[in-house]
């Protein structure tokens, strides 16, 4: 079984309790993310990678941007589907978005990609450019760290505390980066802005929010 696999048979089992990282503050980091996305982009359809139960389709529903989703875990695309059943959400790897044929002013890929492997998030940022209208947005967050390695039970600091610890344990793959490491995968895209998130302890993570440049001019 590969990591993919393993990850995603743990999402289908914890879907139904996954939303006890929805705590009202890590909602409130993650709309004013979402908002500042929203800011910057030059149109209004965005791609919503690794959408999960749907929430952050939804709020950027809201906001006015017209949004198609997908993620590879039938248990999260159910529950998706059930909470917005007029929206589009597909059941696709991260690994093949270039089945895709549709462009997007932007992609919002929160708390997704570092479940792929380092040399998978290299190919998926070069579909993801191909993805983008000139002049779109990414955004995206990523674990600061070291190495890549099958985590089993949340860490310290993971939005809803000993709740997620207790219900959300299971095999995930994730990779970690450090700072330095990423500008060598950011090709062709500028970085506009970056902070680090809500997640204080253990090692932290990172939000960017990447414009697509023309090659050979990031
Ligand atoms: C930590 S959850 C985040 C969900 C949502 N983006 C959010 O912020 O609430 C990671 C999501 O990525 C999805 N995922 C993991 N590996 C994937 C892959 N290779 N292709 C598509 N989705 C994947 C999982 O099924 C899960 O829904």
Same mark, same amino acid.
């Given at each position: 079984?590969?990591?993919?696999?393993?990850?995603?048979?743990?999402? =289908?089992?914890?879907?139904? =309790? *996954?939303?006890?990282?929805?705590?009202?503050?890590?909602?409130?980091?993650?709309?004013?993310?979402?908002?500042?996305? *929203? !800011?910057?982009?030059?149109?209004?359809?965005?791609?919503? $990678?690794?959408?999960? #139960?749907?929430?952050?389709?939804?709020?950027?529903?809201?906001?006015?941007?017209?949004? &198609?989703?997908?993620?590879?875990? +039938?248990?999260?695309?159910?529950?998706?589907?059930? !909470? =917005?059943?007029?929206?589009?959400?597909?059941?696709? =790897?991260?690994?093949? &978005?270039?089945? %895709?044929?549709?462009?997007?002013?932007? /992609?919002? $890929?929160?708390?997704?990609? *570092?479940?792929?492997? @380092?040399?998978?998030?290299? /190919?998926?940022?070069?579909?993801?450019?191909?993805?983008?209208?000139?002049?779109?947005?990414?955004?995206?967050?990523? @674990?600061?760290? $070291?190495?890549?390695?099958? %985590?089993? %039970?949340?860490?310290?600091? *993971?939005?809803?505390?000993?709740?997620?610890? +207790?219900?959300?344990?299971?095999?995930?793959?994730? $990779?970690?980066? &450090?700072?330095?490491?990423?500008?060598?995968?950011?090709?062709?895209?500028?970085? #506009?802005?970056?902070?680090?998130?809500?997640?204080?302890?253990?090692?932290?993570?990172?939000?960017?929010?990447?414009? @697509?440049?023309?090659?050979? &001019?990031?």
């Amino acid at each position: 079984m590969d990591h993919a696999t393993r990850t995603i048979e743990t999402y =289908d089992q914890i879907a139904t =309790d *996954y939303h006890v990282i929805a705590t009202p503050e890590h909602r409130a980091w993650l709309e004013d993310s979402m908002r500042e996305f *929203y !800011s910057r982009l030059p149109g209004k359809s965005v791609l919503v $990678a690794g959408c999960g #139960e749907g929430r952050d389709s939804r709020y950027l529903q809201t906001l006015g941007t017209h949004a &198609t989703s997908f993620d590879l875990s +039938e248990g999260m695309l159910s529950l998706a589907r059930a !909470s =917005d059943p007029v929206g589009k959400y597909l059941h696709l =790897d991260l690994r093949h &978005t270039q089945k %895709i044929e549709q462009t997007f002013d932007g /992609i919002w $890929a929160c708390a997704c990609l *570092y479940h792929l492997t @380092k040399p998978e998030f290299r /190919i998926c940022l070069q579909d993801f450019h191909r993805r983008l209208n000139p002049g779109g947005v990414l955004f995206l967050n990523l @674990k600061l760290g $070291a190495g890549e390695h099958f %985590i089993e %039970i949340p860490r310290d600091g *993971y939005p809803g505390g000993a709740a997620a610890k +207790e219900k959300l344990s299971g095999s995930r793959f994730y $990779a970690f980066y &450090t700072r330095n490491e990423l500008s060598e995968y950011f090709v062709n895209y500028s970085v #506009e802005m970056e902070r680090r998130d809500l997640l204080k302890e253990g090692d932290g993570a990172m939000e960017f929010w990447l414009r @697509k440049c023309l090659k050979g &001019t990031s």
